[in-house]
């Protein structure tokens, strides 16, 4: 047995992943009956369905008549800085303000690209920060500091 | 008719309303804005202003301007097809094989113009075929009962997979996974708070905005910056927008024909605007009497398409607004904007909040209007839009997202959440599987659980009342059918074709 459809097979194991550990979580609450569905029925129903077409997906990407295909290769550079400069604005929003996470999240995210230009990232930097001040703190109001809260304080 | 016109009348005086004229305008030059960038759709706009509604005093306004966004994208869309040969949307794939060759050889005037009288042609049929339809569909919603809305969900679901384009066994199982998701939260019944590992945020589930945002914002973001961009703006001058009466007289049949093809596949699940598109493009080719010329500039291989993908934009509002399913991750988006509101979707809408059901499919028509009259004047400025680099785009788009996901419930919890969803799009996206089923699944998750459990509860447990009530027995057949005809092998490679330019 060869995995000739990388995509498919792997797609069916994340599936029969997520409907096993559904099956698992789910028997913690209440399974009731059918006349009487505990909140752990519909889940584990679904989480059933979902291993079977894990499985059936999962399969399908063995067989010999299976097309050949491989997974892309993941390129690290763009998702850790992605969603590493959201993470970092999460996290300091409330700690440093709206502006100093907004330098933080342009900053970092720009540099994803293979393209990054230092000087269009700086003006980026104070246009979209021009924006979203007029836009959420003058416009909608938003309930966030826009400084460091332990400066103004 | 009567009674259809004192409807419009309602419609119009709400739509007309100051306030929903503004927001009808905002979302329209939003959705034109959108649909002429690539990379940046309608999905991931709607999901970054979908907080911005929550604020919003009036639900009207609010769907008066995400509407406006979802049909304003679809004329974008053909912008960017026609003058750079890359689709602003999906459902303008088709519109970049004539309509490009249109501008290449300088008729780039011709082809802007035909397509946006089209879209307005077929907007405005779209528009009354939905105030006609939505009454007696609302109508016939009113004697289902638990079973019925159950087997019509399955419908629905099982509908929008079939016509979506890939995998089918994938596309359902993202449905599943998306209706598993939809579980995490308080369960109404008993009150038990499930997957939510004892965090407080979770126990009031996850915020459909915020999986949106990172399924279809950022995955996508990540996904274009592996690509290496190229991008040819078509820079000679565009000129001559008036269209000549024999263009006009020439793309006519095809407009008409465009708009009755796209306002049925719109109606499907599922189906919606991409798929009316790419139905009439090949429908045109085979009545045409030169179907040679198509491929290098036939003007009817603009106006169709155009027509049907905007007639198929707006006629998909129909099962959401009479029966409260979305059939369409676009019209989740919508269900998820009223529910915010203390709006339950569904065929109550109607009589309970008139003003908004009659003054959005009323504003629809403007909307229309307002983009014929100010897009080809404003054609300078969006070519000038269409240089903007992606690499000075996405910041903005972070930025839009990560504020927007902050002000749900002025917690960084939420923009927390759309991390693992970005992850997860991400990894669809690698191995093959569209993301967007599993966003209908999310929305009716919890609906569909509370139908089911009504259902069984009323026949005592006794599963075979699905099969036994003759309108629930209908709609699930019909499910069956679909599946069972989708998986025939002729079918199935018809569906790949259909599907291929995608």
Known sequence: MKIRNHRDFWAGVMFLVFGLLFIVLSQQYTLGTAAKMG??????????????????????????????????????????????????????????????????????????THEFRLRDTLISIVVLIALAWVVFVWGLELQFPVWPPFLTK | MGELITNLGIGFTAAMAGQNLLYCLIGVIFGTLVGVLPGLGPLATIAMLLPATYKMTDPTSALIMLAGIYYGAQYGGSTTAILVNLPGETSSVVTTLDGYQMARRGRAGPALAIAAIASFIAGTFATFLLAAFAPPLAELAFKFGPAEYFALMVLGLIAAVVLAHGSVVKALAMVVLGL??????????????????????????????????????????????????????????????????????????????????????????????????????????????????????????????????????????????????????????????????????????????????????????????????????????????????????????????CIGAYSINNNVFDVFMTIPFAILGYVFKKLDCEPAPLLLGFVLGKLMEEYLRRALTISRGDATVFFTRPLSATLLGLAILLLIIVFLPAINKKREEAFQGD
């Not at chain 1, 889940?43 to 979902?50: E, N, S």
């Not at chain 2, 565009?238 to 796209?262: N, Q, S, Y």
């Not at chain 2, 996405?394 to 997202?401: E, M």
Request: proline share 6%.
């Open chain 2, 180 to 401: 598993l998701f939809g579980m995490i939260g308080t369960d109404v019944n008993s009150g038990t708070a499930r997957f939510s590992f004892d965090v407080p945020e979770l126990s009031d589930g996850i915020e459909f905005a915020a999986v949106a945002m990172g399924m279809f914002g950022f995955a996508e973001i990540i996904l274009n910056l592996e690509q290496k961009e190229n991008r040819e703006v078509f820079t000679s001058k565009v000129k001559g927008l008036m269209i000549k009466w024999v263009d006009f007289k020439e793309a006519f049949p095809a407009i008409v024909r465009g708009t009755g093809l796209g306002s049925v596949l719109g109606i499907l699940p599922g189906g919606g605007a991409v798929l009316a598109s790419f139905a009439t493009y090949a429908m045109e080719k085979k009545l045409s009497k030169h179907p040679e010329e198509f491929g290098k500039g036939a003007i009817r291989g603009v106006a169709g398409p155009e027509a049907a993908n905007n007639a198929g934009a707006q006629t998909s509002f129909i099962p959401m607004l009479t029966l409260g399913i979305p059939t369409t991750p676009v019209m989740a988006l919508m269900v998820a904007a009223m529910m915010i509101h203390n709006i339950q979707p569904g065929p109550q809408v109607m009589s309970s909040n008139p003003t908004l059901f009659w003054g959005l499919i009323a504003s629809m028509w403007i909307g229309n209007l307002f983009l014929v009259v100010l897009n080809l004047p404003m054609i300078g400025l969006w070519i000038r839009l269409l240089t903007v680099p992606y690499r000075v785009l996405y910041p903005a788009i972070l930025l839009f997202c």
């Open chain 1, 39 to 112: 909140p752990g029925y519909f889940p584990t129903v679904l989480g059933g369905i979902m291993a079977l077409l894990g499985l059936l997906i999962a399969a399908g990407g063995l067989g010999a008549s299976a097309q050949s295909l491989r997974i892309d290769r993941m390129q690290l550079r763009p998702i850790t800085l992605i969603l590493g400069g959201v993470l970092l604005f999460a996290f300091t929003l409330p700690r440093l303000g709206m502006v100093l996470s907004l330098v933080l999240l342009i900053g970092i995210s720009a540099l994803a």
